[in-house]
């Protein structure tokens, strides 16, 4: 049985001042100047050129936040921040929080939204901001390249040989699931300013016989195929009702006898009251796409039983949803 929040923490769930003081610290790129080096205040504010008051502030606001150490009157980073808000570190995530701090202003928003049932925003940041999508793409490409493998070899494609991502990304999956299955050739469909990432992934991966890229809306263009298998991984919130199931209907169109349809994003439960990030996650789909949002499992299996798939199922709670085109 879950207890009742305290005061404080509904204080702490209210205030956002900790979030802020983040984002501007990797805005300002404080953590990769104190890369391996201990600094004052007035050394960094000399190299910012920011005021030194203030910016002292804002440095012992970050020590307590367990992200910078202070000894005396120098900084440094912490081996959390070290390892992954330093721009040089293999493993920064800095991109992800930027991203954040760009979508500040849509929550601003937020009581709008909810008032007038319309989004802020006309066109996702990554259509507006091709450039910093390409950052966040790296990052998550990084993270999903953890994750990927293991996902190919729960879905069991033992007896695919060609599968579609659509919306593919960096070829994350694409480049795991070649990997895992020997003999499978993938195909990468995904915006042209995305697929310039992928292209760099699946070279470096020395993957360029096994895995074709196709550029276009796959909501208007053509996909090619047919495929034994089409995977749509975290494409689908960020789209209206009306186009996923048009979607769906596509990929039955698009997959080959015996062949399946792999649907995987962050859906909610019949409920819509868990997985507890999901649920905050919704509310961020919410002001930030014009007609996204987050689905129930149910929903997804509507889409794909309509569209004829059969034997459709939910391999991954609130996860990943299967169905298979019959023979």
């Known amino acids: 049985m879950s207890r009742e929040l305290s005061l404080a923490e509904i204080f702490q769930l209210g205030y956002y001042w900790e979030t802020k003081i983040l984002l501007t610290a990797v805005k300002l790129e404080l953590f990769t100047m104190l890369d391996g080096r201990e600094l004052s205040t007035g050394e960094i504010a000399n190299r910012i050129h920011a005021d030194t008051e203030r910016l002292q502030l804002l440095m012992n606001a970050l020590v307590a936040m367990r992200v910078l150490r202070k000894q005396t009157d120098r900084f440094a980073n912490t081996a959390v921040a070290q390892t992954y808000l330093v721009k040089t570190a293999a493993q920064y995530v800095g991109h992800l929080l930027v991203l954040q701090d760009a979508e500040w202003d849509n929550w601003g928003r937020l009581e709008e939204t909810i ?54 990304g960096a070829a994350t999956n694409a480049i795991a699931f070649c990997r895992v299955y020997p003999t499978l050739k993938a195909t990468v469909f995904d915006l042209l300013d995305t697929l310039k990432t992928a292209e760099t992934k699946v070279k470096e991966a020395g993957l360029e016989s096994r895995i074709d890229l196709i550029a276009g809306d796959f909501n208007r263009d053509a996909w090619g195929g047919p495929y034994d298998a089409v995977l749509m991984s975290d494409i689908l919130h ?54 996204g949002r987050c689905y129930k499992v149910s929903e997804a299996i509507d889409w794909m039983m309509k569209a004829g798939f059969q034997s459709v199922s939910e391999v991954e709670r609130t996860a990943v949803v299967q169905g298979f085109k019959q023979e």
């Open 115 to 168: 008032r007038t049932g319309r989004s802020p925003v006309a066109r996702h940041l990554f259509e507006t901001n091709p450039g910093l999508g390409a950052n966040v793409l790296s990052v998550l490409d990084r993270i999903g390249q953890q994750s990927g493998p293991e996902l190919a070899k729960r879905l069991r494609l033992d007896s695919v040989t060609t599968l579609l991502d659509l919306g593919g």
């Open 238 to 291: 960020y789209q209206g009702l009306e186009a996923n199931t048009h979607l769906v209907k596509q990929a039955f169109l698009h997959v080959k006898a015996g062949g399946r349809l792999i649907i995987k994003d962050r859906f909610l439960d019949e409920s819509g009251t868990s997985p507890a990030w999901a649920t905050a996650f919704a509310v961020h789909i919410l002001v930030n796409t014009e007609q």
